[in-house]
């Protein structure tokens, strides 16, 4: 992953967003492309977890793991969101349609919560609610329906927002 394929994503976002055909181009849907999005996912939670121990200090080699499954649970809810679409959809595409924009997208929420912990300002609940809008927009970038496409925003932002909790009950349950 370069310099050059983070430019080039943020370019396919710009196009997503402005509703432009053509932003597939900016993006490869092959193995190299999704193993560049999983380093800037995995990087931009480094990130998160380096600015989030700056405020806090570094917690115990337990509650260290704990964080790194909480910050990894967002890959869990963009893959289960596409996978739900693709099963009960008309969608024929293909799925790394979904999920190399998403990989980058979760990064961008990443880096974003990692500032937002660092300066102590509450932004959890408006991350969680852009990063829903623009999953509903990457939907419609790939030509689902409008039902459809809310759907896809809901299912991402309510995984987004339930997985964390769902992982704190399960801790505490032991």
Known sequence: MTLETLKQAGAGWSKILGRRPDWQS???????GMNGGFLAFGAAVLVAIVLATLRFGFPPPLAMALV???????????????????????????????????????????????LATLLGVPLAGAILAVTGILGFRLAQANGLSLPTAIGYGLALFVLLAVLPIALYMLVNAF
């Open 68 to 114: 790194v499954v909480q910050h990894l649970l967002p890959l869990l809810a963009l893959f289960i969101a596409t996978g739900l679409v693709a099963r009960l959809s008309a969608f024929s595409g293909s799925t790394a349609s979904f999920v190399v924009p998403g990989l980058y997208l979760l990064a961008a929420m990443k880096l974003v919560e990692g």
């Open 26 to 32: 900016h993006f490869r849907f092959d193995a190299e």
